[in-house]
T-cell receptor, first 114, second 110 residues
Framework: DAKTTQPPSMDCAEGRAANLPCNHS???????VYWYRQIHSQGPQYIIH???NNETNEMASLIITEDRKSSTLILPHATLRDTAVYYC???????????????FGTGTRLQVTL | DGGITQSPKYLFRKEGQNVTLSCEQNLNHDAMYWYRQDPGQGLRLIYY???????QKGDIAEGYSVSREKKESFPLTVTSAQKNPTAFYLC?????????FGSGTRLTVV
């Protein structure tokens, strides 16, 4: 699985959009981009994933650049409860025969403030 | 509700004792994983299993052992050979849509 690079920390005011970047310049054509978040002392929670099109769900939006070398997770109206560590991961589909063991880096620690 | 159950949430053991962490899932997922997390660090893979009766070492398997006798269960044993066992342990299962994690077990060895 390709490696990702994220800033170690970011701040965001409550009610504003939080834009979390991720670089994955070595991503392969069949690798998906996944985002998870981990609130302190809990298991990571799935947020969203995508291949090349932008994706949106009830939690967030995912913008993937045309060359797929980077992406941005957008929390449109951040709340205090969104304070967490956000992990960006890339991986191939399960049916490719790879082990699909994901590598979690240190992520971005998002602090939402009043 | 379907999910992954890890128990107990907090566990204390004396140095030199083996301890087994439980992980049960009712999601019918084939692949299961154990990760370790230290303060301020990312997740490091200990062991994973893609199917019953089969498992592979991850990046930091030394001092740990696992079994996968049933699809639903993937227990992790932290042996006395593990030099720094105090950590937060996370179990996960995987389908095409991604990982589902348990709530974790915080192990403290004194």
């Amino acid at each position: 699985d390709a490696k990702t690079t994220q800033p170690p920390s970011m701040d965001c005011a409550e009610g504003r959009a939080a834009n979390l970047p991720c670089n994955h310049s070595t991503i392969s054509g069949n690798e998906y981009v996944y985002w998870y978040r981990q609130i302190h002392s809990q298991g990571p929670q799935y947020i969203i994933h995508g291949l090349k099109n932008n994706e949106t769900n009830e939690m967030a939006s995912l913008i993937i650049t045309e060359d797929r070398k980077s992406s941005t997770l957008i929390l449109p109206h951040a709340t205090l409860r969104d304070t967490a560590v956000y992990y960006c991961i890339v991986r191939a589909p399960l049916n490719t025969g790879t082990a699909s063991k994901l590598t979690f880096g240190t992520g971005t620690r998002l602090q939402v403030t009043l | 509700d379907g999910g992954i159950t890890q128990s107990p949430k907090y566990l204390f053991r004396k140095e030199g004792q083996n301890v087994t962490l439980s992980c049960e899932q009712n999601l019918n997922h084939d692949a299961m994983y154990w990760y370790r997390q230290d303060p301020g660090q990312g997740l490091r893979l200990i062991y994973y299993s893609q199917i019953v009766n089969d498992f592979q070492k991850g990046d930091i398997a030394e001092g740990y052992s696992v079994s996968r006798e049933k699809k639903e269960s993937f227990p992790l044993t932290v042996t006395s050979a593990q030099k720094n066992p105090t950590a937060f342990y996370l179990c996960a299962s995987l389908t095409g849509d991604g990982y589902t994690f348990g709530s974790g077990t915080r192990l403290t060895v004194v």
